[in-house]
């Protein structure tokens, strides 16, 4: 019986192709989890917890609420928008040796999604309210600027960045001017069956006080798909490997939980 020479390599792709199947399906749901500019409602819970700041024995934490809704082109804005708001509820040290726990400001930005093809790129205004029910837990100053993001997806993950900057322009005159900026950088690697890699530690630059501090994050999660729906829990370490001035982070467990709807 002869048998056909292309036999051993239709039993091989029987078994490999649906592994490839499922790693691409893996990834392809932890992008969309990840990726923020993804077009899809969000709700993210999502916690930084410092232990220990710089040449104090005090500590800070802060729970942000999140959600995120994409908005259709229309005929006035023919691109899609992402409307992304963000409140914390903060732990911060009070002037009587204590602690201040409540709402802090709310933070609204409206992306434009300019590129969708390869690397994505949007830019957007922004503008932060002073809700703080504590002076300690916020600015008290009405703040605006911009925002933009670029992201380059595969299937091997997402490699990109968050940037915004924002000055003062209103709210209490007793609170000193604020203007600051932020460099968040997206590296995200996948791992089988939905585990990946990440590092996403947030560079802050308080320009009006001219102080910073740079932290570097590595950590891990999983994102799975429950019906129509992408959960994505993950806990990343961040350590500051660079700061300038006093009662900055040391080093912050960055954890949370992100649920993505009908994607």
């Not at 800070?60 to 006035?76: E, H, K, V």
């Not at 992402?82 to 933070?107: E, F, K, M, V, W």
């Not at 957007?124 to 100053?141: H, R, S, V």
Request: charged share 15%.
């Amino acid at each position: 019986m002869l048998r056909s020479p292309l036999a051993p390599a239709s039993m091989l792709a029987v078994f490999v192709l649906p592994a490839f199947s499922a790693l691409a399906d893996n990834a392809d749901t932890a992008n969309k989890s990840n990726n923020p500019l993804n077009l899809a409602p969000g709700a993210n819970l999502q916690d930084y917890y410092t232990p220990k700041l710089y040449d104090s024995n005090v500590h800070t934490n802060d729970l942000l609420l999140r959600g995120t809704l994409p908005i259709a082109p229309s005929d006035f804005i023919g691109v899609p928008q992402l409307l992304r708001a963000t409140l914390p509820l903060s732990t911060r040290p009070d002037p009587h040796h204590g602690y201040s726990t409540g709402i802090g400001d709310l933070n609204l930005f409206d992306i434009f999604l300019l590129k969708t093809d390869g690397v994505q790129l949007g830019i957007g205004p922004q503008i932060t309210a002073p809700t703080a029910e504590q002076d300690e837990l916020g600015t008290g100053k009405w703040q605006a600027g911009l925002a933009a993001i670029a992201i380059d997806s595969s299937p091997r993950g997402l490699l990109g960045a968050l940037v915004q900057y924002q000055s003062s322009f209103a709210g209490d005159h007793d609170r000193a001017h604020v203007e600051s900026a932020t460099f968040q950088p997206f590296i995200i690697h996948n791992l089988p069956k939905g585990w990946y890699l990440r590092s996403t530690g947030t560079w802050t630059f308080d320009l009006k006080n001219d102080t910073h501090y740079i932290p570097i994050g590595l950590g891990a999660g999983k994102a799975w798909k429950t019906g129509s729906n992408i959960f994505n829990a993950f806990v990343e370490p961040q350590w500051t490997v660079a700061r300038k001035g006093d009662g900055l982070p040391q080093f912050t467990v960055f954890a949370g939980i992100n649920v993505t709807f009908g994607k």
